[in-house]
């Protein structure tokens, strides 16, 4: 016979039943699909956050360079050589501003190369443009033009600015009337001044909620608006 001792012994040696595998696989399974979604949960979270500061970031940048340019806005009296030979195109300044688009001249130009034949004047522009991958939202252009010359629209390089925009509304403060206008035009309404401000409205796409947008709103004090730069 089998003696108790080693019948004991021959007991607490036995492995785990099924049912005990069977419930430590299930426990183990719960455990790991709750790490999953946790997991899963922050790195929505993160994506969410990440693609919120991007247009956040886009936005500050963009803003903030049309901040730049429209505050060193300036204005000749009248055409001018500015020392060009006699007989060669005369130099125009203008400032033509509708709801969505801007023109102007601007002193914010940055000479990127020593010695290179440039000054710190330039023709800039603003637009919207729809977005080539055919998204519902539009691209931010801009525009610059090295030289000033008797077309103020034309020529220079177009760039897009910023991705995902919405919707651009641009206001202009007119000093003497003490009201913001919805255009400016130097050509022909205003005559040769400039507006005081310029009121930027700004709509990016919100990642995370499609009905709603992301808006960005300041103003652009212009420092020459008084009087015109006469040579």
Do not use: C
């Not at 007991?11 to 595998?21: A, D, M, P, Q, Y």
């Not at 919207?128 to 090295?146: A, F, Q, V, Y």
């Not at 022909?188 to 709509?203: E, F, Q």
Request: charged share 30%.
């Amino acid at each position: 016979m089998i003696s108790s001792r080693i019948l004991q012994k021959f007991k607490s040696s036995r492995g785990f039943t099924l049912i005990e595998v069977l419930v430590a696989v299930g426990l183990i399974s719960v455990i790991m699909v709750l790490i999953w979604q946790a997991t899963g949960q922050t790195l929505k979270a993160k994506q969410r956050i990440e693609k919120r500061n991007e247009v956040y970031h886009n936005a500050r940048v963009s803003v903030d360079k049309m901040v730049q340019d429209i505050s060193m806005a300036f204005l000749l009296s009248g055409p001018s050589q500015l020392g060009q030979r006699q007989g060669s195109p005369q130099l125009k300044t203008v400032f033509k501003g509708e709801e969505d688009s801007l023109f102007f001249d601007s002193l914010s130009h940055l000479r990127l190369f020593q010695e290179s034949k440039e000054s710190d004047s330039a023709e800039v522009g603003y637009k919207l443009e729809n977005d080539p991958d055919g998204r519902d939202t539009k691209m931010l252009m801009r525009r610059e033009s090295k030289w000033i010359d008797d077309k103020p629209e034309e020529g220079g390089v177009w760039f897009p600015l910023s991705y995902g925009v919405k919707n651009l509304k641009l206001e202009y403060y007119d000093a003497k009337k003490g009201e913001w206008q919805s255009s400016w035009n130097t050509d022909s309404d205003t005559g040769p001044k400039l507006p005081r401000a310029v009121k930027i409205k700004i709509a990016f796409e919100n990642p995370d909620n499609k009905d709603e947008d992301v808006m960005i709103t300041t103003v652009a004090w212009i420092e020459m608006y008084k009087n015109a730069i006469d040579f």
